[in-house]
């Protein structure tokens, strides 16, 4: 078995207040050098750390050494909390504390470990499985932000009449937080939606006032949409809380984004009214809802995006709905510094007979 050569532990200089720093210490740093360990004082200053926890504060030894730790030390405790990383993002550590003493001082040794995976794995699980919606088409790519928690969400269901509810929303960090509020707001708007599903203003509106009212909740843009039945046709009512606009593309090839009055993002002023769009939409066409991960970027306009997007999508529309959703991901302007998410819902060919209403 070949030996792995480790970098030292750092500890704070001398004279720092942690002159004779014991072996047993030492002992119990490296015993637990798989995950991060740092060693503070009783005044909540950083004495000792290894190079895993200079790892996962994204920061080297000297900024950690003999600074404040930042978070509450409680004794055998196990709590997630988040390290901001110096480039941006975020990490979730496990921190979990044990109380000893170096040279007859108390000290408390931190062991930190990363379980964003874990995280990650938790918010994809909250996102939604798409029903059959028949007889309209329905395709989804979610795509989060590298090894960081976000609070990009979609959803569609089915809705009393025959008709469909299409949501796709952006809770604004990458952070436990906004996990968290894209799970509470997406149910919420679920319940909201199916009790009047020809109002997604209303919806906006009656979900600003809720969320106001029970918590604080981070700024969250959102569109809400009802396809439904008009005719022997289809028609879209739609509602846009600060969220870019949705995306009509006909068969043929043409894309059109379908403005509305934006309004404010959810968590700003529920005081303030929503209002609605209406369109008859073509057989065939398909809608995409899309977050602003797709077409943002560092130092560009956002319009650049918007117009690349548009015309990727218009050069293929001829694809079938899962494969269209994948190109537009795989060709977005964005980076990975932001979640990508996209729900496509594409309407039968043929004219709409009423049979599926539910």
């Known amino acids: 078995m070949t030996s792995e050569r480790r970098t030292p532990m750092a500890r704070d200089r001398p004279g720092a207040g942690t002159s004779g720093l014991g072996s047993d210490l030492i002992d119990l740093v490296i015993s637990a050098s798989a995950d991060g360990v740092i060693a503070v004082d009783d005044q909540g200053i950083v004495r000792l750390c290894n190079p895993a926890a200079t790892e996962l504060f994204g920061r080297p030894a000297e900024d950690l050494l003999d600074t404040p730790f930042g978070f509450p030390i409680v004794d055998g405790q196990a709590t997630d909390v988040e390290l901001r990383q110096p480039g941006g993002g975020v990490r979730v550590v496990e921190m979990r504390v044990s109380a000893t003493t170096a040279n007859g001082a108390p000290l408390s040794v931190v062991s930190l470990r990363d379980v964003t995976s874990r995280w990650l794995a938790f918010q994809r699980l909250l996102l939604p499985t798409l029903p059959d919606l028949s007889p309209l088409q329905t395709a989804v790519v979610y795509r989060p932000a590298a090894e960081q928690l976000g609070g990009d969400w979609y959803d569609a269901l089915p809705l009393p009449g025959g008709a469909v509810g299409a949501v796709i929303g952006d809770v604004a960090g990458h952070s436990l937080q906004a996990a968290a509020a894209m799970a509470q707001i997406r149910n919420m708007l679920r319940a909201l939606f199916y009790d009047r599903p020809s109002a997604p203003g209303s919806v906006l509106a009656t979900l600003d006032r ?127 510094h932001d979640d990508i998410a996209i729900l496509a819902l594409r309407l039968p060919a043929q004219p709409h007979d009423g049979s599926s209403a539910r």
């Open 210 to 336: 809720t969320l106001h009212a029970i918590n604080e909740n981070p700024v969250t843009t959102a569109c809400v949409a009802c396809i439904e039945p008009s005719g022997d046709g289809w028609q879209l009512r739609w509602s846009s809380a600060g969220h870019l606009p949705p995306l009509l593309l006909t068969p043929v090839g043409a894309a059109e984004y379908l403005h509305t009055e934006p309004g404010l993002p959810l968590g700003v002023d529920p005081g303030r009214p929503r209002f609605a769009g209406t369109r008859s939409l073509p057989e065939g066409a398909t809608m995409i809802f899309f977050t602003d991960g797709l077409v943002e970027r560092p130092g560009q306009s956002i319009d650049v995006g918007l117009t690349s997007l548009a015309a990727i999508a218009g050069g293929s529309a001829h694809l079938p709905l899962d494969e269209l959703c994948r190109t537009l991901a795989d060709q977005h302007l964005g980076d990975d």
